[in-house]
């Protein structure tokens, strides 16, 4: 069987970050995802999904996203129900968001604070792209190495793959 669910969005609302009772942390954000077409007025539609995100990763990213920040999530479909106040059964389906990709530098207009993947399983002492390439000195976050500054690509036919 497969569950694999993979998004890019932005952030709906600011990560909640709560402990279980025995401190494991845990974090819930929504994540608004645009539909590849447009409605028949022109517009285009968006999903809005809820993931949740467990230990270091619910930290990190109740730490470093907030309402806006574009990101990527990697996770899978999980489903459970609950009885609400009136006692009527009410179901849920969240995306269990086992990787979160920061997608925007830390100064970027969207609103994120870093870049970078904070993985569950990951050690603690992973940095953002902001923060490494601010460690370089000379680097700086607006050049891209991919621009077209006119000048003619040298690239040979027998360095392309296809």
Do not use: H
């Amino acid at each position: 069987m497969i569950n694999r669910v993979v998004l890019v969005g932005r952030l709906t609302r600011d990560p909640e970050l709560r402990y279980t009772p025995n401190g494991v942390a845990v974090a819930n954000f929504g994540i608004a995802v645009n539909r590849p077409f447009t409605n028949q007025q022109g517009e285009r539609e968006a999903d809005f999904l809820n993931c949740v995100t467990w230990r270091k990763q619910a930290e990190n990213v109740a730490n470093f996203l907030k309402k806006g920040s574009l990101a990527g999530v990697d996770g899978r479909l999980q489903s459970r129900s609950y009885d609400n106040q009136d006692g009527k059964r009410v179901y849920v389906v969240e995306v269990q968001a086992e990787s979160v990709q920061f997608l925007e530098p830390k100064n970027a207009g969207g609103g994120s604070q870093s870049q970078g993947n904070y993985g569950g399983g990951s050690s603690g002492g992973q940095q953002g792209y902001g923060q490494q390439n601010q460690n370089k000195g000379s680097s700086n976050l607006n050049d891209d190495p991919f621009s077209n500054d006119g000048q003619p690509i040298d690239i040979s036919d027998d360095d392309l793959p296809f």
